[in-house]
């Protein structure tokens, strides 16, 4: 019995696959290294003295998946594989929708011709577009997307609410990321951008080690205590046991479920550059410069959905957020390029 991972090489996917690991599951998995390097799946095997299998492979590919779902027993799948950059998606619209909709059409249609039924899906809280109100909980409306990333991920959210209502024996779980930052305590696997990054807290690290001048503050006059703008980070350890969670949960509640995964506390983007000061015993550059557009000004969860239907909650804090971003920022000053 194994557990099949796509996009298991990346950011998220590598700490999932370490913590599946950990506790004894056996992984495939499946990853075409678009945004990711073979490296990282090195490193977990390293750290947990266990090898996942690994298909070079992408999930659009049909007769890849036909081969791994005979070959092995596979009894979950966890779907990380896609593409995540908002200003490539605005740029290569039909990339986004090809990757992140076609490409879980062609998965769930594979698990359905092997017999595979349960199926976790990476969501995101920007499926929530501009928030009416925070916290975010799963009844908030959604909708109002402003770029094919996020409308990609609102596709396949209702893609997969239609199949379960035809396919009732199969199990689903969306769960929806708030901003997963931090890496695996070893420093050994964490985040690695391509190019300069747009993400706040891989462009204050890069800052930090040196590689970038200032960090650009988008706005600082938003409705919030400090005028920046205000979202709930959490680390990405918390988000693999969070997978666990939802995994161990597949067969329990209702056949589709949606859930999100957050801390449930909101941080400024100078909380954020202060707690990073304090983890690298350094001094940030930063100057306030117009918002981003297409930026929103508070987004936080309600984690109480995941706590009830998982048991699972948030453990990392803000300084150990920032603790482990730096611990590998350091230790790998070019992420897994030597
Ligand atoms: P990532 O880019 O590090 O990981 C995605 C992995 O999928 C990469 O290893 C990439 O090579 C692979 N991949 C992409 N397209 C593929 C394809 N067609 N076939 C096979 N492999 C493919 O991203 P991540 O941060 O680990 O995100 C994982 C998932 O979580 C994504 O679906 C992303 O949209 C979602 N998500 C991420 C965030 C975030 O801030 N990181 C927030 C919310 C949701
Ligand atoms: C962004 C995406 C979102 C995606 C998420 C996860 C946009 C508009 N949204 O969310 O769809 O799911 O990443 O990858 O891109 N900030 C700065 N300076 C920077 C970078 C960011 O001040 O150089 C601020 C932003 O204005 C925001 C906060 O930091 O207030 C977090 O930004 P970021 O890390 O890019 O995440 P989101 O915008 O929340």
Not at 28 to 46: G, M, Y
Not at 310 to 322: N, P, Q, R, S
């Amino acid at each position: 019995m194994a557990i099949l991972v796509t996009g298991g090489a990346g950011y998220i996917g590598s700490h999932t696959v370490l913590t599946l690991l950990e506790r004894g599951d056996d992984v495939v998995v499946i990853d075409n290294l678009s945004n990711a390097s073979r490296t990282s799946l090195d490193r977990v095997a390293e750290l947990t003295g266990r090898v996942p299998t690994v298909y070079i492979a992408d999930v659009l590919d049909r007769q890849a998946l036909k081969i791994i779902f005979a070959d092995h027993n596979i009894t979950d799948v966890i779907h990380f594989a896609g593409l995540k950059s908002v200003s490539e998606s605005i740029n290569e619209p039909l990339a986004y929708y090809q990757n992140n909709v076609t490409g879980t059409l062609v998965l769930l249609d594979e698990m359905q011709a092997a017999g595979v039924n349960r199926f976790i899906f990476s969501s995101s809280a920007t499926v929530y577009g501009d928030p009416q109100s925070v916290p975010l909980s799963e009844h908030s409306r959604t909708g109002g997307t402003t770029n094919p990333y996020g409308t990609s991920k609102l596709m396949v959210e209702q893609i997969l609410a239609d199949f379960s209502r035809a396919q009732p024996d199969f199990r689903i779980t969306c769960l929806r990321y708030f901003n997963p930052v931090g890496a695996h305590p070893s420093g050994r696997i964490g985040e690695d951008p391509n190019g300069i990054p747009n993400n706040l807290v891989p462009y204050i690290s890069q800052v930090a080690i040196g590689k970038l001048e200032t960090v650009s503050v988008y706005g600082n006059d938003y409705p919030t205590p400090d005028g920046t703008g205000v979202r709930d980070y959490i680390h990405v350890m918390d988000l693999a046991t969070g997978h666990l969670a939802a995994l161990d949960c597949q067969n329990k509640g209702a056949a589709y479920k949606v859930i999100n995964l957050g801390t449930g506390v909101g941080y400024s983007v100078i909380n954020l550059i202060e707690a990073f000061e304090k983890a690298a015993q350094t001094k940030i550059n930063y100057q306030f410069v117009n918002r981003r557009p297409g930026d929103i000004a508070e987004c936080w969860s309600d984690p109480s959905l995941a706590y009830k239907e998982l048991g699972w909650k948030a453990v990392y804090t803000l300084d150990e957020m920032m603790r482990d971003t730096w611990n590998w920022q350091k230790n790998n000053p070019n992420g897994y390029s030597i």
